[in-house]
């Protein structure tokens, strides 16, 4: 039998934000219950088996149970889990007042241990009542990363659930309810949205489309249906993957707030999902929403990302493909900037004011607080002009911690700090020297041209940075592995910064965060398209980005901001900014 995860749920963090008590709103669990059964072939004599495997409060099983037809009512047999035992005798009383004749059983258990413990046929319920698939499963998972879950209990989750990399709960309780699911079910449920565009949910991804019939998937966006800080989303789906639904006939509806004037009124978000591709509308609290209805794109493997499709969409990339050289992977390895693990100590904006004086180890810090278009821009406030002390080398033998020793002021500086920077046991264990940063990178590489950006902003904010400085972990950048292909990090930089990349990003990607905010992180910035460098387009827009850098910031770098947006839509064969959808 495979190991069994110890899941707690409701300890040790934020009641709130861990354990899906983050409970479902009414009006979002009657939608999801009303998706459900618009697809289930309710069956004329027998038991109907409901199931919730995270139950909370018994929103969703009211809202099931309320929205079956009231001549099969009778017939519902309920059964829920939750590992929180207020949660579960609340929905107790709520449902049984409720429905004082339904066959109503919640209890206090983990779904993924009795989903793991189908798997070697033993698993009974408390009553000894056989487990038998289900006809309803409706859920709303717990949200809970990797690093709240503790790197034991994922580890344990992911071997069990066949997962990599960095697991969200959520994941395994998916894959779990495809166990439990009966082969004519059906099951909605709500997650966060973040499986669909981020590398650690290609496992789910894969699985989901192998385990399910996926129906629908609704991606809710910034619509902020709940308290917690969490982009939810909704997929419907049935439980027999064999009769093979293609990607390109599962519905994709998705909602994003916009600037753009609405032409229409809608009565809420979820009301909002009924309008047609492509519509803007206004909801009574006066945001303005984008809705766009389509198919799943689900890419050239299992894993790939999820994305919205759409005849208008897919023309637009196709034409983008047509006039695609290569991608930003082609120019170098994109990376994360450096991680002390100890920030506190490395990074600081102080240095010149020490008892000790200013350790001599010092290097320039480029942080979000930098982040400008094409040229970095020296913080307003001088608390955000950090140095780095940088105790790291590059020798013959590749890269080196310092002899701390040559360098009394920032040994003396770090002995003070030793007792703390010697708590870092990974890094110790690891072989490496107390005083270390825990990923400080290539020391030579620091001195080469490179291009920045933050990993989360509204417009795109990529410079190209000249100056020497060490990149934080807060930003990613960019070098050219190939020393003869320099002018390919300007192409980048001017395409990295311009409208047509906007779009591109959301087509592609369309994962953004509360505010309109993007996520540029190395999966998607890969991603990025290059036109062919020898075009006439491209040769210009390579000296024109030269130039804005040169003059940044200014009145004419600006102006001239326009010029080099033509060009770049005109090298992806566009004739102007009209095609931006």
């Known amino acids: 039998m495979a190991s069994k995860p110890n899941i707690v749920r409701y300890t040790d963090v934020d009641k709130q934000k861990l354990d899906g008590s983050t409970y479902t709103p009414k009006l979002l669990a009657d939608f999801v219950a009303k998706q459900i059964l618009s697809v289930f072939n309710i069956p004329k004599t027998g038991d109907i088996r409901v199931l919730d495997p995270a139950c909370g409060d018994g929103e969703l099983l009211d809202a099931l149970i309320l929205n079956v037809p009231s001549r099969a009512r009778k017939r519902i047999v309920v059964r829920g889990f939750d590992t929180d035992p207020d949660a579960i005798k609340n929905a107790i009383s709520r449902l049984h007042a409720k429905y004082p004749d339904l066959d109503i059983q919640l209890e206090q258990k983990d779904f993924l241990q009795h989903t793991l413990n189908l798997q070697g046929g033993d698993d009974l319920f408390s009553l000894n009542e056989q487990a038998e698939p289900f006809n309803l499963v409706i859920a709303n998972p717990p949200y809970v990363r990797t690093q709240v879950m503790g790197a034991e209990q994922s580890q344990n989750i992911a071997k069990s659930f066949n997962l990599s990399g960095r697991v969200d709960l959520y994941y395994p309780f998916i894959l779990g309810i495809s166990r439990v699911l009966d082969s004519n079910g059906v099951t909605g449920v709500i997650t966060s949205n973040r499986f669909m565009t981020t590398k650690s949910g290609q496992d789910v991804r894969r699985e989901m489309l192998t385990r399910f019939n996926l129906l629908s998937i609704w991606d809710l966006g910034d619509t902020k249906l709940f308290d917690a800080a969490v982009l939810p989303s909704v997929f419907v789906a049935t439980g027999n993957p064999s009769k093979g639904i293609t990607a390109d006939k599962i519905l994709f509806t998705s909602i994003y707030e916009t600037k753009d004037e609405p032409t229409t009124k809608s009565l809420d978000a979820l ?23 389509g198919t799943l794109a689900s890419g050239e493997t299992l894993e790939s ?14 034409t983008v493909k047509a006039h695609t050289w290569d991608r930003f992977s082609r120019i170098g390895k994109i990376r994360v900037g450096v991680k002390s693990t100890a920030d506190k100590i490395f990074l600081r904006s102080d240095w010149n004011e020490l008892p000790t004086g200013r350790p001599e180890l010092l290097k320039p810090l480029i942080t979000r607080k930098y982040a400008q278009r094409f040229k970095a821009q020296l913080p307003e406030n001088p608390k955000h002009r950090k140095e780095i002390l940088y105790p790291h080398e590059t020798t013959a033998n590749g890269r080196s911690a310092v002899d701390i020793d040559l360098y009394p002021k920032s040994a003396r500086y770090l002995e003070q700090h030793k007792e703390k920077l010697e ?17 400080p990178h290539d020391p030579a590489a620091w001195s080469l041209p490179k291009l920045v950006f933050p990993d989360i902003s509204e417009k795109p904010m990529f410079w190209m940075d000249t100056s020497g400085g060490v990149v934080n972990g807060e930003c990613y950048w960019l070098q050219c592995k190939n020393e003869s292909e320099q002018d390919l990090l300007w192409l980048a930089l001017a395409v990295a910064n311009s409208s047509f990349i906007e779009v591109f990003y959301d087509h592609n990607f369309n994962n953004k965060l509360y505010a309109g905010k993007r996520r540029f992180i190395t999966q998607y910035v890969n ?3 290059l036109p062919n460098p020898d075009l006439t387009e491209s040769i210009a827009i390579i000296d024109l980005a030269k130039f804005i850098y040169e003059k940044t910031p200014s009145a004419e770098a600006d102006k001239l901001g326009s010029e080099l947006e033509a060009l ?13 959808r």
């Open 271 to 293: 009301d909002a999902l009924t309008e047609k591709d492509d519509t803007v509308t206004e909801v009574p609290d006066g945001r303005f929403f984008r809705v766009r209805r």
């Open 423 to 439: 708590s870092r046991k990974y890094l110790i264990d690891a072989g490496r020297n107390w005083y270390e940063l825990w990923v």
């Open 527 to 529: 991603q990025f398209p």
């Open 305 to 318: 990302v999820w994305r919205i499709a759409t005849k208008q969409t897919d023309q637009w990339l196709d």
């Open 568 to 580: 770049i839509w005109k090298a992806f064969g566009f004739d102007s900014k009209e095609f931006t």
